[in-house]
Every structure is written in structure tokens, then in C-alpha cells.
């Protein structure tokens, strides 16, 4: 029985809780969910870039919109031209207030002419309602009513042809398609939050056990590993993905303008469809700002290894790395001038690396610009050198293939 | 400027050392020839499907000393080199009991702490001591020896460098680096440990590539040699390779070719073509001659020296060091092909022990017993066996539910009594194997296939003179300013234009590579 004065446990919690024998639970979006499986991250983290990780993605807010206007409302709160997302497609989007500052981002899938599945980061049944005055349209949310599982690695298909009824071969990046497996409805995406060849599923949430214990024994053979979101969250900073709460704010949630983000400053531009018709919400603002430019960008910094070694060699250490990605702010500075800062760093394992995800004024947002970030070296501040990369860091060819 | 056709470094064998000096030659714009005997690369750093399905690391199976400034400089991840955790060690003991070393502390020490409390404790103390001499020498893998009798300007550079460098030890590091480089590791041990299954375990990494038991004085230097690698600790350059050790190669070859690297198998080199004294190109066995201004051997020494280039061009003194350099091979490997994953007694089921190495080695005797039948010319009747089980490390190993073990075995001696043959190699087999289902008593009916490799194997396969895998061993008497041979420690050779670049130079072997960049780095030098 789920306490009132706990956290919700997910539809798999009666298989994950044994699982996470380290006790490492995390909290997202009111649940519980397992942080790591190992006393250490680097089998989860290895399942995602060798293996495939069967990852709980449950507490992700899931709203189903149906109706005629249905794509309208999509088409009115989101900057992607809905009108083109064929059934069977999933546009990633974020979505702005009408300062066309990011209010929150996720998943639209097209699930039929007049039916489409959001999935968000906050709830957002309140915004749904409000823009969907006046159309011919029913926003249910499903959040504890679906499950979700999110299999992610270059062995993730071979495991899902072995206990799906039909083929994945043909679903192609961003698509999605009914299927059966363990002799149960589902949807299966092939999306994911790793940037590696990744399918998520999506289920009745009574229906949970036993496609968790059919994936399980069908990917035996292929090394599948339960993996906490800790590991996905060193994946996630390697594919360039960014996270609510942690490298931007909702605009609802800001006590400052400066803490407001808008997608050109997020990376976003290509999600921002212009030149579709008619009004959306923040369309004016986000004109502007195409016009005008963004006054600065998140984009990636690598951090040099020699630097690392100089700056820990000092005082006679090899240079240390935190175990899993780093939530906190660091300054980053041209020339001793603050010019930005990182919002997530991480060692990347895969690329032999030290990464960041880096907000810059702009122009210093320009790849192959030199910055220095800093790092704190036996309780003292020190300036470690990096380079301005594009996003994403890491993106295996099988990703899209 | 290189006339059309030919070449400024013509480098001969593409094992990961050569691979490496090339790359670092055509990183500095020179235009570098690499020739292969074999189709494929990779030279002992080799991935092979020996079955259909199954893919082995026939001869090196583990990375644990690549230089992380090669993984950088090359780029080695964006060509594929991914490098996965082999987080455990498990001894399975006589007893039906285990002694385990896993990837957490606590674990490790409340495992430890089940045999001897004792040792719990001196194993927290042992492996920051053992790790602060590893950092103290390690500075030594990226110096060029000096000759210690030369007054040159370039020795005593380097004499500097190392002074300046010992200057900077304490007086307590010193002293402990003189006893470890001396001591057997059994007496260093000894000194720490009681329960016996740990020392012997532990002594394992002494021995490996040697041809010397646990209790020979020098094998502590070797186990601390293996050390080396986790200091690297965050940057993680120990662990399984993504493909086996060939995917290192792989990973190196690419970035080679990508800097414009030219490297030609199948293409066996027979000798250095010498005019006016100067090595100026090889002579390939098909006749072909080809020409370049220096050429770099990354073969072993005595191949590079003894074979390649006829005796007249080579000082008397140089070419007797060489041929005394003990290159005795002392090691053998059987890679399996397994149906199904072994069971081990002490820990059944499947579990964690799959994916980090399995060690037979349940005392210091029992590996000194191991020596003693080398020693007299036999190959060990109860070997001591270091086994991984690649296809759970990285499923593309083999086929899904199927499997392939490697385990290294010691001691096989090169010198075997009459001579390796079938029978013997089999016989040799046949004890690894039986000495494995004494622990995993279903290991003979999960065989589906099965690979002996002798050190005679290992010359005939790989072209490593004597079969061993460090190409000489790491003896006090063969390392530093004394590899592979007296005031040629500095990757020149006394043939102007040849160049020496493999395990057989300073710092020694193992898949690490720093042989390769620093001739690569000293051909560089001359040329300024």
C-alpha cells in the first residue's frame, strides 16, 4: 500500500525496490526512483553505450489530447509545426509562455489524425486547459495510469524483436508503433534520453510486471542491465540533452527574468517553426529574438585533460573525477572575465573526457572558442582551459541508423 | 623533402607499438610506411573469430598500461577504442570458500575481513603505499634512459631530468622504490600478509611475462609494474577493450590512417637494406625493395637485430648483448569457446565473479610449485591461470547465451623438455583444463571449441622470438638504461637511421605504448 505521506513508488517498484539493494533512491516528479542498482555507476552507464539498459522512465507526465482541434492546440502552445507530424511521429519540442521564454520541454506523438500522447518534466494540465478555450478538444492526463520503460544501448532492438510480436527493424528514429509484447498492448518509441540507439515503451500500468520480467529474460543474452537514472544523467550531458530544474528554469518558476530561457538560448532553434501558420504562444518574442539574435547560447565545453593535470599537479595530485555528473553552477570566463557558466559536468567514460554543459554570452558561444572553467583543487579555485564545442559530445552512428 | 615513392619512417611490424610510432611520426607530418607479415594488425594485441561466432583475445587479453596521453593525442575514442570495467578478482579456494577482491572498498574489505581482519586492515595500508611508489616511478615510463656512462650533452640532459626528478622523492620513497625493485614479491608480501590465498593472488601480477617464481628476488618490481595502470585511476585506462585488445589496435590503426598513415599487411619485411651505413629502406621477402630515410623496428629485439640486419653492420658488444637478452618465454594461453557460462563451486549460479577476472592461485606455493616445474623443463602441473570471460564483458563476443573464456596460464616454459608438439601443446591443454574443473566442474562440457597457445605458438603466431609476451622479460638486469642492451637505451640503435620502438625497449611491455611514441619522438629529434 503506497503511504500518502511518501513519495509515489512506480507501477515496476516491486521489481526495481529489490533490485536497488544500494538503497540509492532519487526523487523525480513525486515518485521515487532508483538512482543506481550498483554501489557505482559504470555497469549501468556501460549497459547504455554497450549493452542495453532497461531504465524505469514511469513519473515522466503523460497527457493524452484528442479531439478534432487537437493538433490545433499542439500547433498554439508549441513553436513545431504540428500540422506536419505524420501518425507514428514523435516531434521533441519545449513550449513557451508568451515571452517566449521555455516553460517546460518533451514529447509529442501523434498517436492518430485526432490523437496525440504530450509527455512533459511538470505538470501541465493547468496550460493545457487554458489554451484549449474555445477548441473541440479532451486533455486526460495518464501519468499513473501508463508506465514507462525506456531500453536504451546498441543491443536494445535485438532484445525487442526477441519478445515483441513484430519487428523493430522498420521504425525508424523518432517514430513509434503499436506492438505487442508479453502478450500485452503497448506503444514503442524509438526515442530516448542517452543518444544511443533507444526505444521507450509505453504500457498500461497494470500491465508493468510482466513486460518488465519478459524484457528481462529476453535480454539476458544481450547484457541487459536495470539502470538508475544516475547513469542516464552522465548519458544524457554526452548526448547534449538538457534537464528541467537543473540546466534551465520553468518561466512560471523564476523569480528573476535572467533565470528565463528561451529555446534559441536552449539550443532549440530548430524546434522553432517560424514560418508555420498563424499564432502560437511566445510566436512575437521568438521573432524577435530570430531577428535580433540571442544574447547567449547553451552549448558544450571540453575541458583539456593537460590542464587538469596542471591544475591538480600543482599541489601534487592527479587530477580527480566525481563518479557521476555534477548539478552544480561553475563560472566560465574568457581571459578572467566571467563570460557564462556550466550547469551539468560529467566525466565522459566513452570519450575519455571531461564534459560540460555551458550557458555563454554571446559571441564567446562560437565552436573552438578557448574559455576556462573553473574547478575547485584542494579547497582552492583554480581555472581549468576547454574548448567551445557543438552538442551534442557523443553520438554513435547506430543512433539513427 | 621525401623524392616520389619514397617514405621519410618505414616502420616494420604493426603491432600496437609500431601503430603507435607511426601515428606520432605522420602526427608531425612525415610520411610513414607500416609493413605487417600478417593480414591483420595488431601484432599480439589481436582480436580473432577462431569459430564462427566466437571472438577470442588470442594472446593479450587486458589493458591496463596504455599511456592516457596516447588515448588523447591519437584520439583513440573518437577511432573506437572504448575501454569497459573488469571490476573483481575472485580466487576460488580448495575449501569450497572464495577470497574475492570487488570494485568498492568496503566490499572488498569486509570480504577480506571474513578471512583475516588483519589483512583488511593491511590491505587498505598496502595498496596506498604500493600506489605512492607507482606515482613516484611512474615519471620514469615517459623519460628516455640516460646512459649513465656517457658524459654527452644528451645523457647528462637526461641525467638531469631523472636527478631533478629523484630529488623529488622523500628519503622514505627512495628507499622504498630500492627495495621493491629488488625484493621478491613473496618477501614483500610477506610483510604485509598472513592469509595465504591473498599473498598468492597477489604475487600472481609479479610473475606474469617472467620466468621466475613468486620467491625469485625482482618479481616485486613486476608487481608493481602492473600497479602503474590504476593510477590513472579517474581516466580509466584499465579494463576490458570494447572488441577484445584488438580493438585497441583497430582504434590506433585508424587514427593512424587518418593522419595519413600508410600500413600494408601481408607484407613480411626481410631485411634493412644498409648502403654507406646507414639504414635507408627494407628489403621485402618478395623481393621488393622499398626506400626511406629512417627505418623503426617494433619487432623484438632480437628480430630486429639478430634477423633483420646482418651481423657486419652491428658492433660486436651490441650484437652479444642482444643475443643475451632473455627473452624467455614463460607463459601460454587456452582460449575457450563455451555453450554455457562455467559454474564455480565456490560462488554457483551467474553472478558478478563472470565479469571480472577468475584467478587460480590459491597460495604463494602453489604458484612456486607452479615455477619449479619450469624450471626443470616441464610445463606447470597445476598451473596458476588468470581466466576472463570476455563475451560477458562485451556481448559481441559471441553468439547471444554462448561464450568464450581466455586464461592465461603459467608457466609453460619455451624450453620445454623435448620440444612443444601436438601432444604436448594437447597434454598442455588438457592440465589448464583440468585444473579449471577442479573449481567449474561443467567447464568440459560447455566446450564447443578450444585454443592452445604455447610460447613456441606465440613466435610461430605473433613473431615474438622466445614467445615472450613483455619481448623480454622485465628483469632488473633488462630494464631502464639497460633496454634492450648498454648505451642503446635511447630507442637509437648503433645502425644510424634504424630505430628500436617496441616492448622490447624502455619502459617494457604490456599493452601500453610508450615505447612506440617515444622513438617515434626521438626519430623526431634528430630530424630538428
Same mark, same amino acid.
Given at each position: 500500500?503506497?503511504?500518502?505521506?511518501?513519495?509515489?513508488?512506480?507501477?515496476?517498484?516491486?521489481?526495481?525496490?529489490?533490485?536497488?539493494?544500494?538503497?540509492?533512491?532519487?526523487?523525480?516528479?513525486?515518485?521515487?526512483?532508483?538512482?543506481?542498482?550498483?554501489?557505482?555507476?559504470?555497469?549501468?552507464?556501460?549497459?547504455?553505450?554497450?549493452?542495453?539498459?532497461?531504465?524505469?522512465?514511469?513519473?515522466?507526465?503523460?497527457?493524452?489530447?484528442?479531439?478534432?482541434?487537437?493538433?490545433?492546440?499542439?500547433?498554439?502552445?508549441?513553436?513545431?509545426?504540428?500540422?506536419?507530424?505524420?501518425?507514428?511521429?514523435?516531434?521533441?519540442?519545449?513550449?513557451?509562455?508568451?515571452?517566449?521564454?521555455?516553460?517546460?520541454?518533451? !514529447? $509529442? #506523438?501523434?498517436?492518430? /489524425? *485526432?490523437?496525440?500522447? %504530450?509527455?512533459?518534466?511538470? @505538470?501541465?494540465? =493547468?496550460?493545457?486547459?487554458?489554451?484549449?478555450?474555445?477548441?473541440?478538444? !479532451? $486533455? #486526460?492526463?495518464?501519468? /499513473? *495510469?501508463?508506465?514507462? %520503460?525506456?531500453?536504451?544501448? @546498441?543491443?536494445? =532492438?535485438?532484445?525487442?524483436?526477441?519478445?515483441?510480436?513484430?519487428?523493430?527493424?522498420?521504425?525508424?528514429?523518432?517514430?513509434?508503433?503499436?506492438?505487442?509484447?508479453?502478450?500485452? @498492448?503497448?506503444?514503442?518509441?524509438?526515442?530516448?534520453?542517452?543518444?544511443?540507439?533507444?526505444?521507450?515503451?509505453?504500457?498500461?500500468?497494470?500491465?508493468?510486471?510482466?513486460?518488465?520480467?519478459?524484457?528481462?529474460?529476453?535480454?539476458?543474452?544481450?547484457?541487459?542491465?536495470?539502470?538508475?537514472?544516475?547513469?542516464?544523467?552522465?548519458?544524457?550531458?554526452?548526448?547534449?540533452?538538457?534537464?528541467?530544474?537543473?540546466?534551465?528554469?520553468?518561466?512560471?518558476?523564476?523569480?528573476?527574468?535572467?533565470?528565463?530561457?528561451?529555446?534559441?538560448?536552449?539550443?532549440?532553434?530548430?524546434?522553432?517553426?517560424?514560418?508555420?501558420?498563424?499564432?502560437?504562444?511566445?510566436?512575437?518574442?521568438?521573432?524577435?529574438?530570430?531577428?535580433?539574435?540571442?544574447?547567449?547560447?547553451?552549448?558544450?565545453?571540453?575541458?583539456?585533460?593537460?590542464?587538469?593535470?596542471?591544475?591538480?599537479?600543482?599541489?601534487?595530485?592527479?587530477?580527480?573525477?566525481?563518479?557521476?555528473?555534477?548539478?552544480?553552477?561553475?563560472?566560465?570566463?574568457?581571459?578572467?572575465?566571467?563570460?557564462?557558466?556550466?550547469?551539468?559536468?560529467?566525466?565522459?567514460?566513452?570519450?575519455?573526457?571531461?564534459?560540460?554543459?555551458?550557458?555563454?554570452?554571446?559571441?564567446?558561444?562560437?565552436?573552438?572558442?578557448?574559455?576556462?572553467?573553473?574547478?575547485?583543487?584542494?579547497?582552492?579555485?583554480?581555472?581549468?582551459?576547454?574548448?567551445?564545442?557543438?552538442?551534442?559530445?557523443?553520438?554513435?552512428?547506430?543512433?539513427?541508423? | 623533402?621525401?623524392?616520389?615513392?619514397?617514405?621519410?619512417?618505414?616502420?616494420?611490424?604493426?603491432?600496437?607499438?609500431?601503430?603507435?610510432?607511426?601515428?606520432?611520426?605522420?602526427?608531425?607530418?612525415?610520411?610513414?610506411?607500416?609493413?605487417?607479415?600478417?593480414?591483420?594488425?595488431?601484432?599480439?594485441?589481436?582480436?580473432?573469430?577462431?569459430?564462427?561466432?566466437?571472438?577470442?583475445?588470442?594472446?593479450?587479453?587486458?589493458?591496463?598500461?596504455?599511456?592516457?596521453?596516447?588515448?588523447?593525442?591519437?584520439?583513440?575514442?573518437?577511432?573506437?577504442?572504448?575501454?569497459?570495467?573488469?571490476?573483481?578478482?575472485?580466487?576460488?579456494?580448495?575449501?569450497?570458500?572464495?577470497?574475492?577482491?570487488?570494485?568498492?572498498?568496503?566490499?572488498?574489505?569486509?570480504?577480506?575481513?571474513?578471512?583475516?581482519?588483519?589483512?583488511?586492515?593491511?590491505?587498505?595500508?598496502?595498496?596506498?603505499?604500493?600506489?605512492?611508489?607507482?606515482?613516484?616511478?611512474?615519471?620514469?615510463?615517459?623519460?628516455?634512459?640516460?646512459?649513465?656512462?656517457?658524459?654527452?650533452?644528451?645523457?647528462?640532459?637526461?641525467?638531469?631530468?631523472?636527478?631533478?626528478?629523484?630529488?623529488?622523492?622523500?628519503?622514505?620513497?627512495?628507499?622504498?622504490?630500492?627495495?621493491?625493485?629488488?625484493?621478491?614479491?613473496?618477501?614483500?608480501?610477506?610483510?604485509?600478509?598472513?592469509?595465504?590465498?591473498?599473498?598468492?593472488?597477489?604475487?600472481?601480477?609479479?610473475?606474469?611475462?617472467?620466468?621466475?617464481?613468486?620467491?625469485?628476488?625482482?618479481?616485486?618490481?613486476?608487481?608493481?609494474?602492473?600497479?602503474?595502470?590504476?593510477?590513472?585511476?579517474?581516466?580509466?585506462?584499465?579494463?576490458?577493450?570494447?572488441?577484445?585488445?584488438?580493438?585497441?589496435?583497430?582504434?590506433?590503426?585508424?587514427?593512424?590512417?587518418?593522419?595519413?598513415?600508410?600500413?600494408?599487411?601481408?607484407?613480411?619485411?626481410?631485411?634493412?637494406?644498409?648502403?654507406?651505413?646507414?639504414?635507408?629502406?627494407?628489403?621485402?621477402?618478395?623481393?621488393?625493395?622499398?626506400?626511406?630515410?629512417?627505418?623503426?623496428?617494433?619487432?623484438?629485439?632480437?628480430?630486429?637485430?639478430?634477423?633483420?640486419?646482418?651481423?657486419?653492420?652491428?658492433?660486436?658488444?651490441?650484437?652479444?648483448?642482444?643475443?643475451?637478452?632473455?627473452?624467455?618465454?614463460?607463459?601460454?594461453?587456452?582460449?575457450?569457446?563455451?555453450?554455457?557460462?562455467?559454474?564455480?563451486?565456490?560462488?554457483?549460479?551467474?553472478?558478478?565473479?563472470?565479469?571480472?577476472?577468475?584467478?587460480?592461485?590459491?597460495?604463494?606455493?602453489?604458484?612456486?610449485?607452479?615455477?619449479?616445474?619450469?624450471?626443470?623443463?616441464?610445463?606447470?602441473?597445476?598451473?596458476?591461470?588468470?581466466?576472463?570471460?570476455?563475451?560477458?564483458?562485451?556481448?559481441?563476443?559471441?553468439?547471444?547465451?554462448?561464450?568464450?573464456?581466455?586464461?592465461?596460464?603459467?608457466?609453460?616454459?619455451?624450453?620445454?623438455?623435448?620440444?612443444?608438439?601436438?601432444?604436448?601443446?594437447?597434454?598442455?591443454?588438457?592440465?589448464?583444463?583440468?585444473?579449471?574443473?577442479?573449481?567449474?566442474?561443467?567447464?568440459?562440457?560447455?566446450?564447443?571449441?578450444?585454443?592452445?597457445?604455447?610460447?613456441?605458438?606465440?613466435?610461430?603466431?605473433?613473431?615474438?622470438?622466445?614467445?615472450?609476451?613483455?619481448?623480454?622479460?622485465?628483469?632488473?638486469?633488462?630494464?631502464?638504461?639497460?633496454?634492450?642492451?648498454?648505451?642503446?637505451?635511447?630507442?637509437?640503435?648503433?645502425?644510424?637511421?634504424?630505430?628500436?620502438?617496441?616492448?622490447?625497449?624502455?619502459?617494457?611491455?604490456?599493452?601500453?605504448?610508450?615505447?612506440?611514441?617515444?622513438?617515434?619522438?626521438?626519430?623526431?629529434?634528430?630530424?630538428?
Amino acid at each position: 500500500m503506497a503511504d500518502l505521506h511518501q513519495l509515489k513508488r512506480t507501477p515496476f517498484h516491486e521489481r526495481t525496490s529489490r533490485l536497488c539493494l544500494p538503497q540509492n533512491w532519487r526523487r523525480w516528479a513525486g515518485c521515487i526512483a532508483v538512482g543506481s542498482y550498483d554501489l557505482g555507476l559504470d555497469r549501468e552507464y556501460w549497459a547504455i553505450r554497450n549493452h542495453a539498459a532497461l531504465i524505469d522512465v514511469s513519473p515522466l507526465m503523460k497527457y493524452s489530447i484528442e479531439g478534432p482541434d487537437a493538433a490545433r492546440l499542439l500547433d498554439r502552445i508549441t513553436p513545431r509545426n504540428i500540422q506536419k507530424l505524420a501518425i507514428g511521429q514523435v516531434y521533441y519540442t519545449g513550449w513557451c509562455d508568451d515571452d517566449g521564454k521555455l516553460l517546460d520541454d518533451g !514529447t $509529442v #506523438t501523434r498517436l492518430g /489524425e *485526432q490523437s496525440f500522447r %504530450l509527455t512533459s518534466a511538470e @505538470p501541465s494540465l =493547468r496550460w493545457l486547459a487554458m489554451n484549449a478555450v474555445g477548441l473541440q478538444v !479532451t $486533455v #486526460t492526463e495518464r501519468t /499513473e *495510469q501508463m508506465a514507462a %520503460l525506456s531500453l536504451q544501448g @546498441p543491443k536494445s =532492438r535485438a532484445i525487442l524483436n526477441r519478445c515483441c510480436e513484430s519487428s523493430l527493424d522498420g521504425l525508424k528514429f523518432f517514430r513509434m508503433a503499436p506492438n505487442t509484447l508479453a502478450g500485452r @498492448p503497448v506503444t514503442i518509441s524509438r526515442t530516448g534520453y542517452t543518444g544511443d540507439l533507444g526505444y521507450e515503451i509505453w504500457m498500461d500500468a497494470a500491465d508493468a510486471l510482466p513486460i518488465w520480467d519478459a524484457l528481462i529474460q529476453a535480454g539476458h543474452d544481450y547484457g541487459i542491465t536495470p539502470c538508475g537514472i544516475l547513469a542516464m544523467d552522465m548519458a544524457r550531458v554526452e548526448a547534449g540533452l538538457f534537464m528541467l530544474d537543473v540546466d534551465y528554469t520553468a518561466a512560471t518558476h523564476a523569480w528573476i527574468p535572467g533565470q528565463k530561457s528561451s529555446p534559441y538560448e536552449m539550443g532549440l532553434g530548430w524546434t522553432v517553426n517560424l514560418d508555420k501558420p498563424g499564432y502560437f504562444v511566445g510566436r512575437r518574442a521568438l521573432e524577435r529574438e530570430a531577428r535580433e539574435g540571442s544574447a547567449w547560447k547553451l552549448v558544450g565545453l571540453e575541458v583539456d585533460w593537460e590542464g587538469l593535470e596542471r591544475v591538480y599537479g600543482e599541489v601534487g595530485l592527479p587530477p580527480q573525477i566525481p563518479g557521476m555528473a555534477v548539478r552544480s553552477s561553475l563560472p566560465v570566463s574568457k581571459d578572467g572575465r566571467q563570460v557564462g557558466y556550466a550547469s551539468t559536468s560529467t566525466w565522459s567514460p566513452v570519450l575519455k573526457k571531461y564534459i560540460a554543459l555551458v550557458h555563454l554570452e554571446r559571441p564567446h558561444y562560437e565552436p573552438g572558442t578557448r574559455l576556462d572553467i573553473e574547478i575547485t583543487v584542494e579547497h582552492r579555485r583554480r581555472q581549468a582551459p576547454g574548448t567551445v564545442v557543438a552538442l551534442p559530445f557523443y553520438e554513435p552512428e547506430w543512433k539513427k541508423k | 623533402m621525401t623524392a616520389a615513392g619514397t617514405y621519410d619512417a618505414i616502420v616494420i611490424g604493426a603491432g600496437h607499438n609500431g601503430l603507435v610510432a607511426a601515428a606520432y611520426l605522420a602526427r608531425a607530418g612525415r610520411k610513414v610506411l607500416v609493413l605487417e607479415r600478417r593480414e591483420i594488425v595488431g601484432g599480439a594485441t589481436v582480436t580473432r573469430e577462431l569459430f564462427p561466432g566466437y571472438r577470442f583475445t588470442e594472446f593479450s587479453y587486458v589493458v591496463s598500461l596504455l599511456r592516457p596521453e596516447i588515448v588523447r593525442e591519437l584520439e583513440l575514442p573518437r577511432h573506437g577504442l572504448k575501454i569497459l570495467p573488469l571490476p573483481s578478482t575472485v580466487t576460488p579456494l580448495d575449501n569450497g570458500d572464495y577470497l574475492a577482491a570487488w570494485d568498492d572498498h568496503d566490499l572488498t574489505r569486509r570480504e577480506l575481513y571474513r578471512h583475516s581482519p588483519r589483512d583488511a586492515e593491511a590491505a587498505d595500508e598496502y595498496s596506498r603505499v604500493m600506489a605512492r611508489a607507482a606515482k613516484a616511478i611512474k615519471p620514469i615510463l615517459g623519460l628516455v634512459p640516460p646512459d649513465p656512462s656517457s658524459l654527452g650533452w644528451k645523457d647528462l640532459r637526461r641525467l638531469l631530468r631523472l636527478g631533478r626528478y629523484g630529488a623529488s622523492l622523500s628519503a622514505q620513497e627512495i628507499y622504498r622504490i630500492a627495495r621493491l625493485t629488488t625484493q621478491s614479491a613473496a618477501d614483500l608480501l610477506d610483510e604485509w600478509f598472513e592469509f595465504d590465498p591473498l599473498k598468492g593472488t597477489k604475487s600472481a601480477s609479479g610473475i606474469i611475462g617472467t620466468f621466475l617464481g613468486p620467491r625469485s628476488p625482482g618479481t616485486a618490481y613486476v608487481l608493481l609494474h602492473h600497479y602503474m595502470g590504476e593510477i590513472d585511476g579517474a581516466f580509466r585506462a584499465w579494463g576490458f577493450a570494447k572488441n577484445g585488445t584488438g580493438g585497441v589496435a583497430e582504434a590506433i590503426a585508424r587514427s593512424a590512417r587518418a593522419l595519413g598513415v600508410e600500413i600494408r599487411t601481408g607484407t613480411p619485411v626481410d631485411k634493412v637494406v644498409v648502403r654507406g651505413g646507414r639504414a635507408c629502406g627494407v628489403a621485402l621477402e618478395n623481393g621488393d625493395e622499398l626506400r626511406a630515410r629512417v627505418v623503426l623496428s617494433a619487432v623484438d629485439p632480437k628480430r630486429s637485430f639478430l634477423q633483420m640486419v646482418d651481423a657486419q653492420h652491428l658492433p660486436d658488444e651490441f650484437v652479444e648483448a642482444i643475443r643475451s637478452f632473455r627473452v624467455r618465454g614463460s607463459s601460454g594461453k587456452v582460449n575457450l569457446a563455451l555453450s554455457e557460462l562455467p559454474q564455480f563451486t565456490c560462488l554457483p549460479g551467474e553472478g558478478p565473479l563472470h565479469r571480472g577476472a577468475i584467478s587460480i592461485s590459491p597460495s604463494v606455493d602453489y604458484i612456486e610449485r607452479a615455477y619449479d616445474d619450469a624450471k626443470y623443463g616441464r610445463f606447470s602441473q597445476h598451473p596458476y591461470i588468470d581466466m576472463i570471460i570476455p563475451s560477458m564483458i562485451d556481448r559481441d563476443m559471441a553468439p547471444p547465451g554462448h561464450h568464450v573464456m581466455s586464461c592465461f596460464v603459467q608457466y609453460a616454459p619455451y624450453d620445454v623438455e623435448g620440444g612443444w608438439d601436438d601432444a604436448k601443446r594437447e597434454a598442455f591443454g588438457e592440465t589448464v583444463i583440468g585444473t579449471i574443473e577442479r573449481y567449474a566442474p561443467n567447464i568440459r562440457r560447455a566446450i564447443v571449441g578450444k585454443q592452445v597457445i604455447t610460447p613456441a605458438d606465440i613466435e610461430r603466431m605473433a613473431g615474438i622470438t622466445g614467445g615472450n609476451i613483455f619481448h623480454g622479460e622485465l628483469l632488473l638486469h633488462q630494464l631502464f638504461f639497460l633496454r634492450p642492451a648498454p648505451q642503446w637505451a635511447d630507442f637509437r640503435t648503433p645502425l644510424p637511421g634504424y630505430y628500436f620502438g617496441a616492448s622490447g625497449a624502455h619502459p617494457g611491455g604490456g599493452i601500453m605504448g610508450a615505447p612506440g611514441k617515444l622513438a617515434a619522438h626521438e626519430i623526431l629529434k634528430d630530424w630538428r
